[in-house]
């Protein structure tokens, strides 16, 4: 069965480092959710892709946070410099057409921030 | 920002009884989705309803939408011990945005 793969699973890193996580969707899903989850609450939507174009950013904090989908394909999420706050869930979903269909979501990376 | 809402934050029942959660949501929607939560893991896709429907059955889910009231509540009949975990309401906003409420941590006893 296809699944959206993640990586890394967990994450250690210093405050003030840069953290990247890789996302690869599921083959032929054109779009591309990162969202963050802080323990005990529920996701937040980061960045949405539309093939390599970004549809939504909204959310995103652009002083820190980098994304991008270069071949409208696999992604990465980059935060430099990070920071405390961060700490969290960070989980990767596809689906083949946005939100009228079902999203499936990756396992995650915990990412902790020290 | 969340756009949907769930009640209670956390329901703990016995083994065999029904569970009910309840979703809250502010703008009008083209779909609304459940989705469930293991601790720890990525979510797991339940149901869509599309706002043109009313209700919709998947096994022992039952989910409704009440549009007029931007409601929708999830039933899960005979729960299992394995039906412990936290549960999402979804809703696709314009533009195809998915955005989550804060969940529902349901807990069903042995």
């Known amino acids: ?6 990586s890394p699973r967990y994450k250690i890193t210093e405050k003030s480092q840069a953290v990247a996580f890789w996302c690869d969707p599921i083959s032929g899903h054109a779009t591309l959710y990162w969202y963050r989850q802080i323990l005990g609450q529920g996701p937040e939507l980061l960045v949405q892709f539309q093939d390599e174009s970004v549809v939504d950013d909204s959310q995103l904090p652009k002083d820190r946070f980098s994304a991008e989908r270069l071949k409208g394909v696999d992604s990465t999420l980059k935060i430099q410099p990070a920071e405390l706050g961060d700490s969290a869930m960070y989980l990767c979903a596809s689906s ?3 939100g009228v269909a079902e999203a499936f979501f990756g396992q995650g990376t ?3 921030v020290v | 920002s969340q756009q949907g809402e769930e009640d209670p ?6 083994e065999g009884e029904n569970a009910t959660m309840n979703c809250s949501y502010k703008t009008s ?3 609304l989705q459940w989705y469930r939560q293991n601790s720890g893991r990525g979510l797991v896709h339940l149901i869509l309803i599309r706002s043109n429907e009313r209700e919709k059955h998947s096994g022992r889910l039952r989910v409704t939408l009440d549009t ?3 409601s929708s509540s999830l039933l899960i009949t005979a729960s299992r011990a394995a039906d412990t ?3 999402f309401c979804a809703t696709e906003l314009s533009g195809s945005r998915l955005t989550f409420g804060e969940g529902t941590q349901l807990t069903v006893n042995p």
């Open chain 2, 85 to 87: 975990a936290s549960y």
């Open chain 2, 9 to 14: 934050q956390a329901l703990s029942i016995q």
């Open chain 2, 29 to 31: 929607i083209n779909n």
């Open chain 1, 96 to 98: 083949y057409q946005g």
């Open chain 1, 1 to 6: 069965e296809a699944e959206v793969a993640q």
């Open chain 1, 110 to 112: 915990r990412l902790t």
């Open chain 2, 68 to 70: 007029s009231k931007k």
